[in-house]
């Protein structure tokens, strides 16, 4: 496994992805589970933030108190599906900036081809959390990195719920330097480009779509 693969073992969290798994579990379940499992991501990726103290006053006392270093953080969602992680994580980092990356795969040649693109314009000397359940070919990952890279951004790490280790590949292949945090890399792609055994279609179970 790469170093820049951290898969999050807690407990909790594979208890709750699990659950997603299973064909049975309704869409508003299906969405639930996502928002929990969004918060406990958040708090393990942001493990490594630095922090800087500043003088406050306590009803007590005045101290030096730890807070988050720097600039704001920016959560890109690449739509559909990515949007089911804003709601957890914005619950935990509710000061963050956030912005869309609209792209669709193409069912013929699996290329990820882009329809949208709204982030915030000050990604200069932010770090950057690009958000998609499920990370397959790596396509979408790899067009969605390529722009925001373009913006300048301090530092860039993808979230995921499920990784291929043929996404992985693609992924590492153009931008060795993302770091990837998933619940799990899975076995293979199939003949279609799902993950398996993967959760079927992320953005279909969390919309009630088909």
Known sequence: ???????????????????MRRETTSVSQFRQLLEEISMLL??????????????????????????IEGKKLVIISILR????????MLRVIPSARVGHIGLYRDPKTLMAVEYYFKVPGDLADRDVIVVD???????????????????????IKLMCLL???EG????????????????????????????????????????GTK
Not at 81 to 88: E, I
Not at 170 to 180: A, F, M, S
Not at 185 to 199: C, M, S, W
């Open 1 to 19: 496994m790469s170093p820049e693969v951290h898969v999050v073992s807690h407990p909790l969290v594979q208890h709750k992805l699990s659950l």
């Open 81 to 88: 599906a990515g949007d089911g992680f804003l709601t957890g």
């Open 168 to 207: 992985i590949k693609t992924l590492h292949e153009t931008h060795p330097d993302v770091p990837v945090w998933t619940c799990a890399v899975d076995q293979k792609l199939n003949e279609k480009g799902y993950i398996v055994p993967g959760l079927g279609d992320a953005g279909d179970r969390l919309f």
């Open 42 to 67: 958040a708090y393990e990726l942001t493990r490594d933030f630095p922090l800087s103290t500043e003088r406050i006053k306590t009803p007590i006392a005045e101290m030096d108190a730890p807070v």
């Open 133 to 155: 359940p499920m990370l397959a070919t790596g396509n979408s990952a790899v067009a969605a990195v390529d722009r925001i890279k373009s913006r300048g951004p301090k530092s």
């Open 163 to 165: 990784a291929a280790p």
